[in-house]
């Protein structure tokens, strides 16, 4: 194996991704609705920031019933977001900040308003109808099989034009594409040939395990753990209408489309166990994606022994060269704040940028933004509207960006499209740049600290230490300074010294101000939600144990 220092990384491996949702980042025009432009003018923040590659949650022309994730047009822009050159105009100036370009693709259903579904639907004999899934009713008239939709109520609907039920994993708007249909596959690398030839610099594709399905439509068995609070969908578990094996030969047949253009990216959104989701990196022999979405410090529970656990299993699944990545929050989950809280979020900052692999941040997580509470009258999500009472709605994670301290924090001139955090005139970017220990300090200094120093940004993952309150581990690459990351994941103090190793170093990186800059010994002793880098001149492991021997380093 080539040693850390042999090894060349790609922008996508040493780099941060910065997820904007595009109505939310920064309106140019005064409509209320944040569009292309606007996230031109704050190209010189993310830059600033350390961003190295934006990921932008879907621009394309759609009805909008599930803001912008139906799309009616797979190879043009919302008139709203702006236009074909206004797109064009920021690709190139992402380009020129030196930063790269990644748009969502949707492969797994179109709007109902797309002309593939105004087709398919006409007529049972038009050349479209298999592009979606198209089932007749059982005896009795009722759906198919049991099957639910994601967000509420049976996955199919009933087209009294046509007699048959259509397939819908998300909305009734939402129909599924048949991608067992050749036919589809080729549409859809026709879709990805156009913005692949235009420069984008790669695609996160959506619901990527929801896109084949069992070829024989069998029942999905139900869920014995589903609770009345969890959503409709959780009564069954998806074993026969997600994760089907077919599935990673279409990954495949993407991925070797990118390959066709130089430096590429494919993300892959799916959510399943660890040992199904690292399948979908493929194998040498025929690779997938190049990042499928690490989505366990969001499902994971806030618990250091458990998190030490989930990390340390990753690392050891990964298949051999593919690169780890991790994500802390998204546009379909609670912030961080608002899952752990203010203070315990810098930790989550700390642990995000200082774990091996890519990390993606999601706007405004970088000063702290909180979910907003959204009056019932206000929804607009699709899965609150659906299941009304059980607190699903994403809107409360997707208001607006938090600019400065001016009216509508700076996002719009005209009213914004979901009311803003009450708290934004005091909790945004102006302010935070001039607090010492604000939220976008440390992140900024722990962007700064990863991309100057090789063994944050791509060194091995040492686990140290993890109780039921500390989860500690170094990273360090042959040649480079070690660090060592000591984190506390409660509100209470805790003492870190471990008997495996002995250390001296000096802490660089401290949520609180009392530590930092100071010389540490074989111990810290750290106060309720503090976490610390700690940039190591010497360490030993002291270990018995063979399998945590660390090596000696000086
Ligand atoms: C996952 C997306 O992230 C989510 O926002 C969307 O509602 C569903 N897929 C359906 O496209």
Redesign the pocket.
């Known amino acids: 194996m080539p040693n850390d220092n042999q090894k060349q990384y790609l922008w996508w491996q040493d780099g941060l991704i910065y997820q904007i949702y595009p109505r939310s980042f920064q309106d140019s025009n005064g409509d209320g609705i944040g569009d292309l432009k606007g996230i031109l003018q704050r190209l010189g923040y993310l830059k600033e920031l350390g961003v190295k590659a934006i990921w932008i949650s879907p621009i394309y022309p759609s009805p909008m019933a ?1 803001f912008g ?1 139906d799309i009616s047009d797979y190879t043009a822009i919302w008139p709203i977001f702006g236009s074909m050159e206004d797109f064009d105009e920021l690709l190139k100036q992402i380009h020129a900040a030196g930063m790269k370009l990644i748009l969502d693709l ?1 492969p ?2 179109s709007s109902d308003e797309h002309p593939w579904f105004i087709e398919s639907r006409s007529s049972k004999d038009n050349p479209k109808r298999d592009w979606y899934i198209w089932k007749d009713a059982k005896p009795d008239g009722s759906a198919p099989n049991n099957w639910l939709s ?1 967000f509420g109520g049976s996955a199919w609907e009933w087209d009294a034009h046509t007699q048959q039920y259509y397939y819908h994993a ?1 909305l009734v708007k ?1 129909p599924d594409l048949n991608w067992r249909n050749p036919a589809v596959v080729n549409a859809m690398l026709d879709v990805m040939r156009f913005w692949l030839d235009k420069g984008v610099d790669g695609f996160r594709v ?2 990527m395990w929801h896109m084949v399905k069992d070829q024989q439509w069998r029942d999905n068995p139900r869920n014995p753990d589903y609770k009345e609070y969890m959503a409709t969908y959780e009564q069954l578990l998806p074993v026969y209408s997600t994760d089907q094996p077919e599935m990673h030969d279409i990954a495949a047949t993407m991925r070797h489309l990118l390959d066709e253009y130089q430096e590429r990216l494919m993300i892959a ?1 799916i959510y399943l166990p660890v040992h199904r989701l690292v399948a979908y990196y493929g194998t040498q022999a025929r690779e997938e994606a190049h990042l499928p979405f690490n989505f366990m410090l969001i499902a994971l529970p806030w618990d250091a022994q458990k998190i030490a656990a989930a990390i340390d299993e990753y690392e050891a699944v990964l298949p051999d060269d593919n690169w780890p990545n991790w994500v802390m929050g ?3 989950q609670p912030r961080i704040t608002s899952r752990v809280g203010g203070q315990q979020s810098k930790i989550a900052a700390i642990l995000l940028l200082t774990l091996r692999g890519t990390p993606t941040l999601y706007y405004g997580d970088e000063i702290g933004m909180r979910d907003v509470p959204i009056p019932s009258d206000e929804i607009q999500d699709p ?1 609150g509207l659906n299941m009304p009472g059980k607190n699903l709605s ?1 809107d409360p994670e997707r208001t607006p960006m938090q600019w400065d301290s001016s009216s509508n924090s700076g996002f719009t001139t005209g009213k914004p499209w979901l009311r803003l955090d009450s708290t934004a005139r005091r909790r945004n970017v102006e302010v935070q740049a001039t607090i010492a220990f604000s939220h976008l300090a440390l992140y900024k200094s722990l962007i700064g600290l990863r991309q100057s120093e090789p063994s944050l940004m791509t060194g091995r993952y040492q686990p140290v230490y993890a109780d039921s309150q500390l989860l500690a581990y170094i990273r360090e690459s042959e040649g480079h300074t070690a660090f060592l990351i000591v984190l506390n994941l409660t509100h209470r103090p805790c003492y870190f010294a471990p008997r495996t190793i002995r250390f001296k170093g000096l802490v660089i990186v401290d949520t609180f101000p009392e530590q930092l800059n100071l010389s540490v010994q074989d111990k810290i002793d750290l106060s309720g939600d503090e976490g610390v880098v700690v940039r190591l001149d010497e360490w030993q492991s002291i270990s018995s144990n063979p399998s945590h021997e660390l090596s000696p380093h000086k």
């Open positions: 599930d994730y949707v797994n259903h994601v998300f939402q959506d619901a959104e998204n546009h379909d899965q994403r």
